[in-house]
Structure formats: structure tokens, C-alpha cells
T-cell receptor, first 113, second 114 residues
Framework: ETGVTQTPRHLVMGMTNKKSLKCEQH?????MYWYKQSAKKPLELMFV???????ENNSVPSRFSPECPNSSHLFLHLHTLQPEDSALYLC????????????FGPGTRLTVL | DAKTTQPTSMDCAEGRAANLPCNHS???????VYWYRQIHSQGPQYIIH???NNETNEMASLIITEDRKSSTLILPHATLRDTAVYYC???????????????FGTGTRLKVLA
């Protein structure tokens, strides 16, 4: 247990569905991250939030929409996804600033049909 | 692109030390080296990090060369539960936002053998 939880753990959705991934951290951290891990590829950073403000968007398609309502919660809203978006989506958090060790959640395994 | 290179895979006998090398020849003076591991389909687990000096914690030791161009993660007594993919990461500062980024490579798949 790292103090970072993600729900759901598994999700199957059609290309026309809308779904959301949720991440919650219980560590008192100020920064939160979304990563994508496709089969046999390195983890790719998608979004970074610091103090609820998005500070980084790594050229992610608009069908992925993040939301950070407070420093403990992070969402990834999904709509009109493609089969190639099937992957493990990982959330992480860190204290922020120089003390920036990231702690990862268990991930959501997403399958797009 | 990743700033680190690691062997694709390694085997280690149970109870022996596992030494995992990493090259980061383009590392800058203020960039830390982090190690994580990922057991199949779980989230990466933090192991250790360092800047210049060697570091040790309850999980592992990190040896960084004096020129900082390479490092070695040492698991002193490997167990079957240490079988995982081990990632050596250089933490870089993102210039525009001042935030820190991890650039993941493909890691080393360590198999501990009984």
C-alpha cells in the first residue's frame, strides 16, 4: 500500500462510451500525475498537476480530459477512445518541489473495444 | 527519450546479491537518479534515489560513480519476490513549468531463480 488508490482497477469500454478514472492520495501531497503504460512500451507521462493547477500536458489527445478538484483527488475523463488507447493507466503523487519522490497507485487496466 | 540505458534482462540466484547496472552518461549536475521496480501489472514501487553519494536503505544500496555517468542498484540478498522490472530513471526539471519529470526507459527484467 503506497497511500495512492485508483478505481476502477479494470475497465472495459466501447469506443462511444464515456467513463472516468479516479485517483485518490492519502499522503498530503501537492502534486499528482497521470501516466500511460502500453504493452512493451515505457511509461509515458500524460499530465501533471501541482496545487490543483495543470502544469504539464504532454501532447495528449483531447479525448483524455484530466480534472483535479483538490490536492487529494485526480480524475481522467475518457470519451470516444480508440482501441490503441488500451493500456495500464497509472496515477502518482509527490510532495512537490524538491522533495519529489513519486508514489504510484496500482493502476487501472483499460480495454477499449 | 530516456536518459538511461539498462540491460534488457538479468538472472540472479536466490540469496545472492543482485547488481543492476545503469548508464546515464548525459546526466546533468542537478539531476537525481531514481530506481523503481514494477511487479507484473502493478504500479511502480519506489526503491531508492541519489545525487552524488552512495545511498542505502532497508531495500537496497545505490552506488553512483564519481563522474555520475553510471550507477548500480544492489539488492543484497535477492528473494523470489524481487522478480520484477527495475527502472533506472533520471529526474529532470521541466524548464517551462519548473516541475520535475521522470523519463522512464524500458528497464531491466530481473528474474530471481530458486
Amino acid at each position: 500500500e503506497t497511500g495512492v488508490t485508483q478505481t476502477p482497477r479494470h475497465l472495459v469500454m466501447g469506443m462511444t462510451n464515456k467513463k472516468s478514472l479516479k485517483c485518490e492520495q492519502h499522503l498530503g501531497h501537492n502534486a499528482m500525475y497521470w501516466y500511460k503504460q502500453s504493452a512493451k512500451k515505457p511509461l509515458e507521462l500524460m499530465f501533471v498537476y501541482s496545487l490543483e493547477e495543470r502544469v504539464e500536458n504532454n501532447s495528449v489527445p483531447s479525448r483524455f480530459s484530466p480534472e483535479c478538484p483538490n490536492s487529494s483527488h485526480l480524475f481522467l475523463h475518457l470519451h470516444t477512445l480508440q482501441p490503441e488507447d488500451s493500456a495500464l493507466y497509472l496515477c502518482a503523487s509527490s510532495l512537490g518541489g524538491g522533495a519529489d519522490t513519486q508514489y504510484f497507485g496500482p493502476g487501472t487496466r483499460l480495454t477499449v473495444l | 527519450d530516456a536518459k538511461t540505458t539498462q540491460p534488457t534482462s538479468m538472472d540472479c540466484a536466490e540469496g545472492r546479491a543482485a547488481n543492476l547496472p545503469c548508464n546515464h552518461s548525459t546526466i546533468s549536475g542537478n539531476e537525481y537518479v531514481y530506481w523503481y521496480r514494477q511487479i507484473h501489472s502493478q504500479g511502480p514501487q519506489y526503491i531508492i534515489h541519489g545525487l552524488k553519494n552512495n545511498e542505502t536503505n532497508e531495500m537496497a544500496s545505490l552506488i553512483i560513480t564519481e563522474d555520475r555517468k553510471s550507477s548500480t542498484l544492489i539488492l543484497p540478498h535477492a528473494t523470489l519476490r524481487d522478480t520484477a522490472v527495475y527502472y533506472c530513471i533520471v529526474r529532470v526539471v521541466e524548464g517551462t513549468s519548473g516541475t520535475y519529470k521522470y523519463i522512464f526507459g524500458t528497464g531491466t527484467r530481473l528474474k530471481v531463480l530458486a
